[in-house]
């Protein structure tokens, strides 16, 4: 099924949309008519954003963390009480850590299961059974290629994005005949913050890989509208994360052991 049409008193709730994949998605959506409400713990980054939009389509921002269970909770309150209904979600806020497990901070292997897993399900939940119940709506999860495989050097990430992938396939087999519909999106190497700041950006993956955000973006808002369920972004990632699904466990993990960064570090 299509995307809920824009409306007037809808909107489409985007998280992580301060920079990245999460801000280019919020271009396409409004590039499409539809109203979105900008969801990102920096305030300043997000009203930037909003006022790039605002001459074509209503924006909204809520400073929000979404690793705050007391702040998710809110978030929906406060779409409502601004006259709002939430159309639809896009899950992308994400952390990830990259190290070996034995030199990470657990703090920081557990901040990225409070984002990654435990704000996705908070946040799927709660505009799920808002949108049931209206028989429309559409969400967007942000997974990633590491979710298919193990990623030594980036354990707890990849896991966490496999967990994404699962949830969004069974959730959308429930989902069938509500009206709702849910899409994952799994991107390989990509050319945002969130690169830098998980120290990805000497990650030794070949610069063909690499695909710019707002190409990503409109894939992604392409798989919603078109109604698909697990969506690799780019031709060479399609090619390349099947050709490591196929490889024997026993060959891939060594090679990805030398591979990692997180694991070059560990072995200094």
Not at 25 to 39: Q, S
Not at 47 to 68: F, M, N, Q
Not at 194 to 213: I, K, N, R, T
């Amino acid at each position: 099924m299509p995307l809920p049409k824009p409306n007037p008193t809808s909107t489409a709730i985007v998280t992580g949309a301060s920079s990245g994949i999460g801000a280019d998605i919020a271009r396409e959506l409004a590039r499409r008519g539809h109203g979105v409400t900008l969801v990102a713990r920096r305030e300043d980054r997000l009203r930037e954003l909003a006022t790039e939009l605002s001459d074509t389509v209503r924006v909204e921002v809520i400073a929000c963390d979404v690793a705050d269970a007391e702040q998710r909770a809110r978030l929906f309150d406060t779409v409502a009480e601004r006259g709002l209904t939430a159309d639809i979600l896009v899950n992308n806020a994400g952390i990830g850590t990259i190290d070996a497990v034995a030199d990470s901070p657990v703090e920081a292997e557990i901040a990225q299961v409070r984002v990654n897993v435990e704000a996705v399900i908070d946040l799927t939940t709660r505009a799920v059974q808002q949108m049931v119940p209206r028989r429309r709506g559409a969400i967007l999860n942000v997974g990633s290629v590491s979710g298919f495989i193990p990623q030594p050097g980036q354990s707890g990430y990849a896991g966490t994005k496999a967990f994404v992938q699962r949830y969004s396939e069974g959730l959308r087999a429930e989902l069938v005949g509500t009206g709702v519909t849910v899409a994952v999106l799994c991107p390989g190497p990509v050319h945002t913050e969130f690169v830098q700041s998980a120290g990805l950006e000497s990650d030794g993956h070949p610069p063909f890989l690499y695909m710019p955000s707002r190409a990503v973006a409109r894939i992604g808002v392409n798989a919603l509208d078109g109604d698909r369920g697990v969506v690799v972004a780019g031709l060479a990632m399609k090619v390349v994360s099947r050709l490591m699904r196929l490889t024997p466990r026993r060959l891939l993990l060594p090679a990805l052991v030398r591979q990692n960064p997180g694991m070059k570090r560990a072995r200094v």
